[in-house]
């Protein structure tokens, strides 16, 4: 079972900056596609960005011109770097990973994080 580690959330002030990392360990695998995702109360989970192994890039709407992800295959590793942050950028976010183990059949997994509280006050 791939597993996610994620840091890096917290209070900040409105138009501050964050940045988040998610890493993806357990068992010999390849991760295709990182990313995170983000849920505020009462509203469903949207997607933030995501990023291949090859780095291609896929941003929730209007929110590429402040946050940028990127990764390092090497370490299973996922950024997301938060800039300009508003009071509606208020969530919880959750790291996710998916790929396949390097085993016999090479099974596929998704993996998703427990979710790092971001806090951005007015």
């Known amino acids: 079972q791939v597993q996610l580690e994620e840091s890096g959330g917290g209070l900040v002030q409105a138009g501050g900056s964050l940045r988040l990392s998610c890493a993806a360990s357990?068992?010999?695998?390849?991760?295709?596609?990182m990313g995170w995702y983000r849920q505020s109360p009462g509203k469903e989970r949207e997607l933030v960005a995501d990023?291949?192994?090859?780095?291609?890039?896929n941003y929730g709407v209007a929110l590429k011109d402040r946050f940028t992800i990127s990764r390092e295959n090497s370490k299973n590793t996922v950024y997301l770097q938060m800039n300009s942050l508003k009071p509606e950028d208020t969530a919880v976010y959750y790291c996710?990973?998916?790929?396949?183990?390097?085993?016999?059949?090479?099974?596929?997994?998704?993996?998703w994080g427990q979710g790092t509280q971001v806090i951005v006050s007015s």
């Open positions: 996710y990973a998916e790929g396949y183990h390097v085993v016999p059949g090479y099974p596929t997994f998704r993996s």
């Open positions: 990023i291949s192994r090859w780095g291609t890039t």
């Open positions: 357990g068992g010999i695998f390849t991760v295709n596609t």
